[in-house]
């Protein structure tokens, strides 16, 4: 059975900084990319980045680049979000996400708030 876990979420000031890690548990053959969504109350899931398996290419959305940083373990299924400058609107759940060729893998998701 194949697990991805998340962690690392909690409740930070504005200003701050907070790593989010996902660990990839069970057969998980043929990643392409491993990243990183968030979701906010009553929205759908949004794009926040991702990093190609092969090279390590790496994508942000708009609303965080220069802040937000993913990086992977070498040859493993752990993937990072170190998150910098946190502002409150960054408060959401976020998702880990593994793609393969026929599947995607979901993480249960991990919350991060923050707030003063």
């Known amino acids: 059975q194949v697990q991805l876990v998340e962690s690392g979420g909690g409740l930070v000031q504005p200003g701050g900084s907070l790593r989010l890690s996902c660990a990839g548990f069970?057969?998980?053959?043929?990643?392409?990319?491993m990243g990183w969504y968030r979701q906010f109350p009553g929205k759908e899931r949004e794009l926040v980045a991702t990093i190609r398996s092969s090279g390590g290419s790496t994508t942000y959305a708009d609303s965080v680049k220069g802040r937000f940083t993913i990086s992977r373990d070498n040859g493993g299924n752990t993937v990072y979000l170190q998150m910098n400058s946190l502002k409150p609107e960054d408060t959401a759940v976020y998702y880990c996400?593994?793609?393969?060729?026929?599947?995607?893998?979901w993480g249960r998701g991990t919350q991060v708030t923050v707030s003063s």
């Open positions: 069970g057969s998980i053959f043929g990643i392409n990319n």
């Open positions: 996400i593994a793609r393969t060729s026929f599947v995607n893998y």
